[in-house]
Nanobody, 117 residues
């Protein structure tokens, strides 16, 4: 069965750092894009950062210069290095994987990030 398992969330002080990981398994098609989304209570889910299999990336303006997305294609794993965290970064962070041929989308269960002021 297909699984995307996130890890690395937690509680940190403002200005601190955290690294999220997401490992995908059971996907037969190759993965074209892996991404991190986040959703705060009462807010819409938003894209944080995405990375293609080529290594090309894009990220939200609110996290540019602070967050870095990377991936290990051999391990089907995506990472999100979060530095200089702010209270407004507090959200549940979700991993997403999109496949190349079938254009399937898969989601992880989410990992909570809480940043205290």
């Amino acid at each position: 069965q297909v699984q995307l398992v996130e890890s690395g969330g937690g509680l940190v002080q403002a200005g601190g750092s955290l690294r999220l990981s997401c490992a995908a398994s059971g996907i037969m098609d190759s993965i074209s894009t892996m991404a991190w989304y986040r959703q705060a209570p009462g807010k819409q889910r938003e894209l944080v950062a995405a990375i293609r299999s080529s290594g090309a990336t894009n990220s939200a303006d609110s996290v540019k210069g602070r967050f870095t997305i990377s991936r290990d294609n051999a391990k089907n794993t995506v990472y999100l290095q979060m530095n200089s965290l702010k209270p407004e970064d507090t959200a549940n962070y979700y991993c997403n994987a999109a496949t190349t041929l079938r254009r399937d989308n898969y989601w992880g269960q989410g990992t909570q990030v809480t940043v205290s002021s």
